[in-house]
């Protein structure tokens, strides 16, 4: 059973591949590198290079390796950059997601799990936020994967698609020190640079409405998460019937500042964080159960804080 993971060579896909082989199933990549790196695919993984915009690629693909399932990772994932560049967002996220799904049905691949994100949400209007809470996205990127649930949902009622929509909240932490986030916009990156070239980690505000007055989010293992992915791929290998979409979330938030500690801590670098203005688009809190997931994609928080931390860091320095 050979699962396409499209964004296979990024920072969660690589992670995904990794999990799909050690569930029993065979990954292969098609990643156009746009943020991708291309030694995050293991040997002996396929590797194609390409945009998933390229139906005709895409149809290959699925005939070259008898792909029989989809993970579909791939995408633009920067909610503030979206704001500056929705078309490209909407290109990426909507179009190349109906694309893919055209392709899939063309060659008859009928089982699809998708990235989608805790940004469907916007900002909650409860502390803790279950899939039934309302849909509200406040940037382009919100709205590109809400859209790509909806499209997967419409598939499957025009043609029998049966899908899953995974809802990251903030992903962290390595599954091994080779594969790290090269993300330029993320809280764990954004801080461990600043401690590589010698300047202080700024924290984004520390007058929101938190007990401590920083934001407030959920935290969760990037290998933990991409284990839920494979599950999902082999229940729908078996023909199980999953929910349309659940929250990969704690339960748990932590705060910037509780961050911070936990950086210092594990990266045995002491330091004070600079308080600087606030991002635009912040919300206060932003926290998930993850019980559907718990019960139906064997998803469970199985590292800590600082194992995430230092984990990020092993694989962050290892990059240098
Ligand atoms: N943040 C921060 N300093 C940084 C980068 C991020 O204080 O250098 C904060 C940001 O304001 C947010 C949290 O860290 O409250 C997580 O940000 P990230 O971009 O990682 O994820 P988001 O929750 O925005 O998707």
């Not at 924290?203 to 933990?224: E, N």
Request: glycine share 10%; with cysteine.
């Amino acid at each position: 059973m050979a699962w396409l993971v499209t964004g296979g060579s990024g920072y969660i896909g690589s992670h995904v591949i990794r999990a799909l082989a050690g569930e029993g199933l065979d990954p292969v990549v098609l990643d156009d590198l746009s943020s991708g790196i291309e030694s995050f695919v293991p040997d002996g993984v396929p590797f194609v290079r390409g945009t998933i915009l390229d139906q005709a690629l895409v149809e290959k693909t699925i005939d070259d390796y008898g792909v029989t399932g989809v993970i579909h990772v791939a995408g633009y994932k920067y909610a503030g950059v979206s704001v500056q560049r929705p078309l490209h967002t909407y290109e990426q996220n909507v179009t190349g997601t109906a694309v893919l799904l055209a392709a899939m049905a063309a060659k008859g691949v009928d089982r699809i799990v998708f990235s989608s994100s805790a940004a469907v949400y916007g900002v909650p209007p409860t502390d803790v936020v279950t899939e039934d809470t309302p849909k509200s996205p406040e940037s382009p990127y919100g709205e590109s994967k809400l859209i790509g649930e909806w499209l997967l949902r419409d598939q499957g009622v025009a043609t029998g698609l049966r899908h899953t929509s995974l809802r990251y909240f903030n992903v962290v932490g390595s599954g091994e020190p080779s594969l790290y986030d090269a993300s330029p916009h993320n809280l764990f990156p954004l801080v461990f640079q600043a401690l590589l070239d010698g300047r202080v980690p700024k924290i984004f505000g520390d007058d929101y409405a938190t007990p401590d007055g920083t934001c407030v989010r959920d935290y969760v293992h990037v290998s933990d998460l991409a284990l839920s992915h494979a599950v999902a791929a082999r229940k729908l290998d078996a023909g199980e019937t999953l929910e349309p979409a659940y929250n990969l979330g704690s339960g748990d938030g932590s705060s910037v500042k509780q961050i911070m500690d936990a950086m210092a801590e594990g990266t045995g670098i002491d330091f004070e964080p600079e308080i600087a203005t606030r991002r635009a688009g912040d919300p206060d809190r932003i926290v998930a159960e993850g019980v559907l997931a718990g019960s139906d994609l064997d998803w469970k928080m199985r590292h800590t804080l600082l194992e995430m931390v230092e984990s990020a860091w092993a694989a962050r320095q290892a990059a240098e």
